[in-house]
């Protein structure tokens, strides 16, 4: 539970920094309140055909931008499941690209994985030299890897990709699209998922992605595809402006009216406030002697892990901002003790984050108080 109200602060104000579920505007909260409407409905079909003429703008994309009730995993699930036979080429430089490769194994795919070390980004010609080794039907890829805070070239992936086989390119976008650059139909991805919690600045519980016409054709040929993530009667559905199941309506409305402020903001414009808050946490980071997990010029402008300086314990850092109400991301997995993340995606501004900042400096101060005071 969080220790104070997260859907408090207006920009300039905000306290809370998940890397996900992110803090939502009011106006959206507002919207999910709308009437429940049957499906099948003319008034539904409306509303997802106003979703349908928005989304695909925000994910570059001439084709169409479904939705699907589930979180963002249900995606990567739907894409190996509806149209993969194997093998897999699994790109795994952190805890959510791995578990994506650990999906495609336990889904019984034939599944190879490249690593990289925690901290770096994929290596695009590490990637040539493994396709050289074998057909691939898909290859992986998390573009903005929230547990480390590294962001993937994946325009350069994908083009070794494409150059190279006839892979289709997962990408796994979820911290990424609606935070900075991601171009589906110009870098020539297949799949490009994310979540409603990270940078669209909804409420969780809403996937939301697009699919090339090679998925589409790679789903149609494969016999098996099992039925609730079944891309192809996605599409389908998608054409009469209808969803195969029951939708989650109230994150229908949300995003309708998210959609209207994402655009009117202008994506690039989204794409320059994520680079500034960016450049705002790594400009303080050097400045108080904290490290940048992420490699140099592999920084996510979404997501931000880094490791305090000698002297400062990470979780006694997190545990002190939340007393001071503030919510903080600490680090993931394997790197929680060591590491303090931030994320700075959605509608978060940069006036925000540099509240937040100074915190961590009443923060430690607070924490030297303390380690200073008599027993
Ligand atoms: C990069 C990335 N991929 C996948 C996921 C899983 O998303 P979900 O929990 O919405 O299924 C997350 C969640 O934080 C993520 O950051």
Request: proline share 5%.
């Amino acid at each position: 539970m969080t220790n104070f109200d997260s859907t408090a602060g207006s920009p300039g104000q905000i306290r809370f920094f998940n890397p996900g579920p992110v803090w939502v505007r009011p106006q959206v909260l507002q919207a999910l309140t709308g009437p429940m409407l049957s499906h099948r409905s003319q008034a539904f079909m409306d509303l997802y055909g106003r979703i349908q003429d928005k989304l695909p703008r925000v994910f570059r994309t001439s084709g169409r931008a479904h939705t699907l009730a589930t979180s963002a995993t249900g995606v990567w699930e739907a894409a190996l499941v509806s149209s993969v036979e194997g093998p897999v080429l699994s790109l795994g430089n952190g805890a959510f690209s791995e578990k994506w490769g650990e999906m495609s194994q336990r889904l019984g795919l034939e599944t190879d994985t490249l690593k990289a070390e925690w901290g770096k980004p994929i290596s695009p010609d590490e990637v040539k030299k493994q396709l050289a080794t074998k057909k691939y039907a898909a290859v992986t890829v998390v573009h903005s890897e929230t547990s480390t805070g590294v962001l993937n070239d994946l325009a350069a992936i994908a083009k070794v990709v494409r150059d190279n086989s006839d892979a289709l390119v997962f990408a796994d976008c979820v911290t990424s699209v609606a935070g900075t650059k991601v171009e589906t139909d110009a870098w020539g991805l297949d799949v490009v998922l994310t979540g409603s919690q990270k940078a669209f600045a909804l409420p969780p519980g809403l996937a939301l992605f697009a699919m090339s016409e090679r998925t589409l054709a790679a789903a149609k040929k494969k016999k098996f595809r099992g039925l609730y993530l079944d891309l192809v009667d996605i599409d389908a559905f998608a054409q009469k402006k209808q969803t195969p199941t029951t939708p989650c309506l109230s994150l229908l409305y949300a995003l309708d009216v998210q959609l209207d402020h994402i655009l009117a903001e202008g994506i690039e414009n989204r794409w320059v406030r994520h680079e500034a808050m960016r450049a705002t946490v790594a400009a303080w980071a050097a400045r108080n002697g904290f490290t940048l997990f992420a490699q140099k010029g592999a920084e996510s402008p979404t997501v931000t892990s880094m490791i305090p300086p000698a002297g400062v314990n990470a979780e006694e850092l997190n545990k002190t901002l939340k007393s001071m109400k503030w919510t903080t991301g600490s680090g993931y997995g394997k790197l929680k003790a060591t590491n303090v993340r931030i994320g700075h995606m959605g509608d978060v501004d940069v006036a925000s984050v540099e509240s937040y900042l100074k915190a961590h400096e009443e923060a430690m101060a607070a924490m030297r108080n303390k380690a200073g005071s008599p027993a």
